[in-house]
T-cell receptor
Framework: GESVGLHLPTLSVQEGDNSIINCAYS??????FIWYKQESGKGPQFIID?????DKRQGQRVTVLLNKTVKHLSLQIAATQPGDSAVYFC??????????FGKGITLSVRP | ETGVTQSPTHLIKTRGQQVTLRCSSQ?????VSWYQQALGQGPQFIFQ???????GRGNFPPRFSGLQFPNYSSELNVNALELDDSALYLC?????????????FGPGTRLTVL
């Protein structure tokens, strides 16, 4: 069945270090992948996306890597800041309207 | 530019009651999707509305229904509420329908069913 999952429920990093959040997906028909950040009491906030015809995409301090061979997605955050503390979700979608989210991983930044 | 707004922010109902949640899409967006997010879980797709018609539905029973209005705003209706319906209900809008498009989320409505 379709599922998008994250390997670890929590990640604690030192301020200034780089963070890497990993995600596995199972739907080989998925062609669009998104990372969302959700802070307490707020809705998910778009971070970065990538389409299946790409392997890597960079934004401001963030990079998303896609490995279609092993159905793996990762989010790299450079120079992690306290404001990056939140729950991060990967999500995927294909030709239909449905975004499939993983369970979420909590990123905690130590000062 | 106005973002996605939802009302109310919090709501408490009892089992068996009915509830209506409201969403105003971001300016220029004609597609609205609804998601249910249980505590500690990722959002689960309920359905999407485009041009006032349902355009895709997730694995939710018929007592979850919706509407979209000519101004692209939307309502989510849930009948015969159950305890497991307690969740954060999120609305997301996008400029076009279908997959492969960025969806912008509102702050959600927290529904508690007692």
């Amino acid at each position: 069945g379709e599922s998008v999952g994250l390997h670890l429920p929590t990640l604690s990093v030192q301020e200034g270090d780089n963070s890497i959040i990993n995600c596995a997906y199972s739907n080989s028909a998925s062609d669009y992948f998104i990372w969302y950040k959700q802070e307490s009491g707020k809705g998910p906030q778009f971070i970065i996306d990538i389409r299946s015809n790409m392997d890597k995409r960079q934004g401001q301090r963030v990079t998303v890597l896609l490995n279609k061979t092993v159905k793996h997605l990762s989010l790299q955050i450079a120079a992690t800041q306290p404001g990056d503390s939140a729950v991060y979700f990967c999500a995927d979608t294909g030709a239909n309207s449905k975004l499939t989210f993983g369970k979420g991983i909590t990123l905690s930044v130590r000062p | 530019e106005t973002g996605v707004t939802q009302s109310p922010t919090h709501l408490i109902k009892t089992r068996g009651q009915q509830v209506t949640l409201r969403c105003s899409s971001q300016s220029g967006h004609n597609t609205v999707s609804w998601y249910q997010q249980a505590l500690g879980q990722g959002p689960q797709f309920i359905f999407q509305y485009y041009r006032e018609e349902e355009n895709g539905r997730g694995n939710f029973p018929p007592r979850f229904s919706g509407l979209q209005f000519p101004n692209y705003s939307s309502e989510l209706n849930v009948n015969a509420l159950e305890l497991d319906d307690s969740a954060l209900y999120l609305c997301a809008s996008s400029p076009i329908a279908g997959g492969g498009n960025e969806q912008f989320f509102g702050p959600g409505t927290r529904l508690t069913v007692l």
